[in-house]
């Protein structure tokens, strides 16, 4: 993805599992969203250890203590029988009718994270850490089939924007049907909204 920095996340960086000792290595990572660092601080690293989700780490290349951004994944899949009728016509318009299925295997963002002195600078960290996803489970070498790339995007403007921008898109296309499906009472918050990206439309 351009950028105005010309800064390219595969060369200027370097991929690595986030552990304990790559933590303890670098400089202590926050991207001021109190909920992120708790989870990049502590979680991350229990997750990892249950096999419940696996965390890759980019350091800069020219200061190797210094966290660009996080994202942890996770294997999920999409049940359709569990979703409105509208949200899987939506989900399935670009799956061949011969293969549309009970089940769609999709790889799960459970926490995706910037550095909060890397933003705003036009680096486009976030949204190269997202093609760097969508490229590696379309790659030959894929060990399994993954059709969507998933998310539960907090329901702010700047989050689902991003997202949206990025391709994705939600299963439902109003809070109004999101809440309804998920039978939310009218003082319950949506913290949230799903969204998908389909990898065979790359």
């Not at 060369?11 to 990049?40: H, N």
């Not at 990025?166 to 109004?176: C, I, V």
């Amino acid at each position: 993805m351009s950028n105005v920095s010309g800064f390219n996340l595969a060369k200027d960086a370097i991929r690595l599992p986030y552990t304990e000792e790559v933590a303890s290595y670098c400089a202590p990572f926050s991207c001021q969203d109190q909920d992120l660092d708790e989870f990049f601080s502590r979680d991350a690293f229990l997750y990892d250890s249950e096999l419940l989700g696996k965390t890759y780490a980019w350091v800069s290349a020219m200061d190797t203590q210094h966290i660009l951004g996080l994202v942890t994944l996770a294997n999920d899949s999409i049940k359709s029988q569990y979703i409105a009728s509208s949200a899987k016509n939506r989900l399935q318009r670009g799956v061949s009718n011969a293969k549309r299925g009970i089940n769609f295997p999709a790889v799960l963002i459970g926490r995706l994270g910037v550095s909060s002195d890397s933003r705003g600078k036009g680096l486009q960290i976030g949204s190269q850490i997202l093609d760097f996803v969508k490229d590696w489970f379309r790659s030959n070498d894929n060990k399994t089939g993954c059709r969507f790339i998933v998310v539960d995007a907090y329901n702010n403007e700047n989050t689902l924007h991003f997202y949206e921008k990025n391709g994705f898109k939600p299963l439902y296309k109003t809070e109004q049907e999101e809440r309804a499906f998920l039978e939310l009472s009218p003082d319950e918050p949506l913290e949230t909204r799903f969204m998908f990206f389909d990898l065979k439309l790359m």
